[in-house]
């Protein structure tokens, strides 16, 4: 462990690393001293068609317009400029398939395969603004139709695999898409999982009322059989596979948007998140170029995130491709066909920068370090974290036993709705603190502030409070898909007076001024880095016939970050079966949500604690399924409800 005066505790870079690292502590002052100029250069590494005429346009606050006048392509930054500047041959995509199938997909490739898609696309009678689903697993296919679509200006709403029909059918209607891009199935540790069924399911789930999609184009993946739909259904090898693959990408302008991805909210109806085009593609490729020190001649980048979550967007899809990086994508599970899988896969392409989960650490932290190091992990020369803040534990074991005690960690803090990288140590500059976010990437300002929003300044001890965000950057999200006035109530009306944006996370500060993301303060809990409402589960609960009501909390959990503890009150006229019935209220929530969405704990309880007011105190039932002494319970209605509750937990 390094300690020095300033930082107790602190892993500083090598001077080797530093000296080759892509930017040197001089950029803080730099962005500090003029911001937009700052951002300016950041997106004059883009190829932009016309170049803008105002970096940032904030008058119609909180949306903001950047980079007003500029036309771009999305998908032509990604892939064409690459080819035409002669780097054609380059790996873009190693791509390893679950069973152990596998393909080297070059940046000339990615452009045919993109260019026919664009072409098919086309056919199909979609023109720009048309909305398109992707419920897709990780393959190369799926990133052709994300690039596709922002080829053509068509704005995507990817729905991770793992979703229900019914969240799915959701997510089409309130983008109203028009086509649904998927495929016949899925691979799960070695079994055929079927999607296409979903998507028939989703088409469906509201009987007589049609949904707005044409068309369901599908991707031959595991050969299982399928229903079939004449007339809308569509093999993707059929048609996609067989266009022209020559394309010309036309450009738009910077604010035309790019995708909408639907997050948890309190309510339980997801929030479509808005992100447009130049903004966005400015910030990610920035912060991809300067959070992992990226080096596209030299460097092979594994992020293992979905491609249905935003770090899939922001870290698999659009920053690194803007970067002309060379990157892994893999189908499977990290335990399938054994722990190993991973470590194969670093060492089969010599990944140089590892960006995973806090959640997976932790999980390889219980398989045991004998199973990395039964494998050569040297070529790791940068670690990053995402989803979650990481625990001091787990950071040092990722960092000594994968990153062989020397590779830099990057512990990143960012939103679906912030679009790219916000808070984060830069590897080259940095000396990081286990657990700690550190403090914003050059470019972007964050405070930490109080209840009435003043700002917590360092002290001698620790300083608590809100996570803000006090100007606007780049890859802000432009809004809630229909539905600005949700956008204004849930982000910036907390702090409205101020004009900060509401994270919804707290922080710290420490003694050095360094910032600690500490999670979530509403309604929203984090599992395994994936945001799910307690209203949404909550209402899945309820919409089984025994539950009259019910409570959700996340509650700390050592692999998972928080796992989901639920208290229902059982109608009159059910029966408590006991363990069959908490078995089949878990089913309900994973059927309804997702797997990921199953709760952890159930617990049948003759009430619940309400304030007078009758709101649910979820704060004590934190504490209850923490195994804390209780807080404040003078505001109840009925003190003594925790014993019965108490009770219920002990049989």
């Known amino acids: 462990m390094t300690e020095t005066a300033d930082h107790p505790d602190a892993y500083p870079p090598s001077a080797e690393f530093a000296a080759a690292a892509n930017v040197d502590a001089g950029i803080y002052e730099r962005a500090a001293q003029d911001r937009e100029a700052f951002w300016a250069e950041q ?111 068509l704005p995507h709403s990817l729905v991770f695999a793992g979703f229900s029909p019914t969240a799915l059918r959701q997510r089409i209607d309130d983008a109203e898409a028009r086509l649904v891009i998927t495929v016949d199935g899925q691979w799960r540790r070695g079994t055929p999982a079927p999607l296409k069924e979903a998507v028939d399911e989703a088409l469906l789930a509201k009987g007589d009322v049609p949904s707005s999609v044409e068309h369901v184009l599908v991707v031959r993946r595991v050969g299982t059989e399928v229903e079939w739909t004449e007339g809308r259904d569509l093999w993707w090898h059929e048609t996609v596979a067989q266009a022209d693959p020559v394309h010309e990408a036309q450009a738009f302008d910077a604010e035309h948007p ?61 920053g690194p491709l803007a970067n002309g990086a060379t990157q892994v994508l893999y189908e499977g599970t990290p335990n399938f066909p054994d722990e190993h899988r991973h470590w194969q896969i670093i060492e089969k392409y010599g990944v140089t920068i590892y960006y995973t989960a806090p959640t997976l650490v932790r999980t ?153 993301v500490l999670g979530r303060v509403d309604d929203v809990m984090n599992v395994s880095g994936h945001r799910i409402s307690t209203a949404e589960v909550e209402s899945a609960l309820v919409g089984h016939s025994g539950v009259a009501e019910a409570a959700v909390v996340g509650a700390s959990d050592e692999t998972t970050g928080q796992g989901i503890v639920a208290f229902v009150i059982l109608t009159a006229e059910a029966t408590d079966t006991g363990a069959a019935m908490v078995d089949e209220l878990k089913a309900e929530v994973a059927r309804e949500i997702s797997p990921i969405a199953r709760p952890r704990e159930i617990h049948v309880v003759p009430e619940l604690p309400k304030t007078r007011s009758g709101k649910i105190m979820r704060r004590l039932l934190r504490d209850v399924a923490e195994g804390r002494e209780l807080g404040d319970t003078s505001t109840l209605v009925d003190p003594q409800v925790f014993e019965s509750i108490r009770a219920g937990r002990a049989d």
């Open 43 to 153: 997106a004059d590494r883009l190829h932009w068609h016309e170049r803008w005429n105002q970096v940032l346009d904030w008058t119609d606050a909180p949306v903001a317009k950047w980079f007003v006048g500029g036309r771009l392509n999305v998908a032509y930054n990604c892939v064409d400029r690459h080819v035409l500047d002669g780097r054609g041959d380059k790996v873009a995509l190693h791509w390893e398939g679950e069973p152990g199938d596998s393909r080297t997909i070059t940046y000339s490739d990615l452009l045919a395969e993109v260019s026919r898609a664009a072409n098919y696309l086309t056919e199909l009678g979609l023109t720009a603004g048309d909305r398109v689903a992707i419920y897709m697993p990780m393959i190369p296919e799926t990133i052709v139709a994300m690039l596709a679509c922002a080829r053509l200006g």
């Open 258 to 318: 790019l995708f909408i991805l639907y997050t948890s909210g309190t309510t339980g109806k997801p929030k479509g998140i808005l992100h447009t085009s130049g903004g966005y593609l400015t910030q990610t490729s920035y912060t991809h170029r300067v959070v992992f020190d990226h080096k596209p001649e030299t460097d092979v980048y594994w992020c293992t995130a979905d491609v249905g979550w935003v770090t899939g967007h922001s870290y698999i899809v659009y």
């Open 364 to 516: 390889f932290m219980k398989w045991g370090r004998q199973i990395p190091d039964a494998h050569d992990l040297s070529s790791i020369r940068v670690l990053g974290s995402v989803g979650e803040p990481i625990n001091p534990e787990a950071w040092r074991w990722y960092r000594d036993v994968i990153g062989s005690g020397t590779a830099p960690i990057v512990d990143t803090w960012w939103q679906t709705e912030t679009g790219a990288i916000m808070i984060s140590p830069l590897p080259g500059i940095t000396a990081t603190k286990p657990g700690a976010a550190m403090t914003p990437v050059p470019g972007v300002s964050a405070a930490v502030v109080d209840e009435e929003g003043k700002t917590v300044r360092r002290g001698e001890t620790e300083a608590n409070g809100y996570l803000v965000l006090d100007q606007p950057w780049p890859s802000m999200l432009r809004g809630i898909w229909g539905d600005m006035e949700r956008y204004r109530a849930t982000y910036w009306d907390r702090f409205a007076d101020q004009g900060w944006y509401f994270a919804g996370d707290g922080a710290k500060l420490d003694v050095n001024g360094d910032l600690w």
